[in-house]
Structures are given as C-alpha cells and as structure tokens.
C-alpha cells in the first residue's frame, strides 16, 4: 500500500504525541489494522519497533492490556538494601547540628562531612566498609533529610 510522506509524518507525529505505554501501543494497532499494514511494513514506514508492534497487535487482538513494570526498573535505593541507614545517619549527625544563627531560615546546618558520616558508619554503627554507601550517595542522603552541607557564617554586627 502506497501512503504518502504527508501522511506518514502525520501518523508518526500522532503517535509520538500519545505517552509511552498501552495508549501509544493501541493507537499503533488501530493504525495497523485501518490501513492494512503487516509489522514489517509499518516499522519501515514509521520507524516503529517490531516488538512494540508485535505487542501492540497482541493487546488489539487478544482485548489484554499488558502492564509495564517501569517502576520496578533501576537501581534500589540504599535504603532497600540497609533499611536503618536514615535512622543511623540521623543518631550521628544530631550531636553535630546548628541552626542559622541569623534565624532567617529553619535549615539546619551539619558540621560534619559526608566522608566523615561514612567513617563514623564503619566505626561507630559496625557497618560493612564494602557495604556503606559512597560519600556522594550520603551527601544525597543527609541533603534530603535537611542537612545543609555548609559552614555556618557567624552573625556580625551592622556597621554603623
């Protein structure tokens, strides 16, 4: 079947317009099925993949959406691997909390550094040094529970 470049770039331009997922996978199997297309043709003419086709076809046909499991891609967290991680890092560092002596803001600034952190982790809490996590995972880790990383700059006096 000959379908013009006009056409094409539309169908293309649709399809990308729809999210990633089942919806773009039904729209590519109507798309199909409406114009007579096999799979090869239509990963030729579009530049859609013969999987993602083939699955598409599949759902249209069998009237199964397939879930993807995209959230269950990736790497875990280092809390799903040492699961009293925070709770450790919170016992070490709240000796060594400050305030914004201007109190302007409710941050809360830690002296310690994250190779620090990890060095009382191995000596204080007994942790594996293969199993802890890197300095910068832990400097991520005391930035999200609202540890400033930073020297705290001493109030002065106004000039008068």
């Not at 030729?44 to 013969?50: A, E, M, S, T, V």
């Not at 990736?74 to 070490?92: F, S, T, V, Y």
């Amino acid at each position: 079947m000959d379908i013009s470049p006009a056409t094409c770039e539309l169908i293309v331009s649709t399809a990308a317009s729809f999210p990633q997922g089942p919806a773009r996978r039904r729209f590519m199997a109507e798309t199909l099925t409406k114009l007579r297309l096999s799979q090869r043709q239509a990963a030729r003419l579009f530049g859609w993949g013969r999987d993602t086709l083939r699955k598409a076809h599949h759902e249209h046909r069998a009237g199964i959406t397939c879930l993807d499991a995209t959230r269950q891609r990736g790497r875990k967290p280092a809390e799903h691997h040492l699961p009293n991680l925070l709770e450790d890092i919170k016992d070490l560092v709240k000796d060594h909390v400050q305030v914004d002596p201007t109190f302007r803001s409710t941050r809360l600034y830690c002296r310690l550094t994250a190779a620090e952190v990890r060095k009382q982790l191995i000596q204080r809490k007994g942790y594996d040094p293969k199993g802890v996590p890197s300095r910068q995972t832990l400097n991520g880790k005391l930035n999200a529970l609202g540890f400033c990383q930073r020297k705290v700059a001493k109030c002065r006096p106004k000039k008068k």
